[in-house]
């Protein structure tokens, strides 16, 4: 599967983003997705995952209640709505994609659960 991230920015502090990932290649019901992001000099982080069965979700304790994962299976299309930026929400986020069975109704948090992923897009948030 090929992933296609989109929609970073330059955003104030407070604002909101929505990022999406196409997905293209196998059927896409069949993969778990998630969401990670590096900042300049940081190791990646989890941010937010979402499994392919029932749709289970997970987000990291700095995003939570801010950020809303999603999928459209008729889409293709993996979605992460970011809300009250802030700026240490700033960095390079990239989407993640797994078929493993593992990951069918709990998707991984840490990045050596996913083997797919898309090529990042910038989120800059200014104080």
């Known amino acids: 599967v090929q992933l296609q991230a989109s929609g970073g920015g330059l955003v104030q502090a407070g604002g909101s983003l929505r990022l999406s990932c196409a997905a293209s290649?196998?059927?896409?019901?069949?993969?778990?997705m998630g969401w990670f992001r590096q900042a300049s000099g940081k190791e990646r982080e989890f941010v937010a995952a979402i499994s392919r069965t029932l749709g289970v979700t997970y987000y990291a304790d700095s995003v939570k209640g801010r950020f809303t994962i999603s999928r459209d299976n008729a889409k293709n299309t993996v979605f992460l709505q970011m809300n009250s930026l802030k700026p240490e929400d700033t960095a390079v986020y990239y989407c993640?994609?797994?078929?493993?069975?593992?990951?069918?109704?709990?998707?991984?948090?840490?990045?050596?659960?996913?083997?797919?992923w898309g090529q990042g897009t910038l989120v800059t948030v200014s104080s």
């Open positions: 290649g196998r059927t896409f019901s069949s993969y778990s």
């Open positions: 993640a994609a797994t078929s493993r069975a593992t990951s069918r109704v709990v998707p991984s948090r840490t990045d050596l659960g996913y083997d797919y």
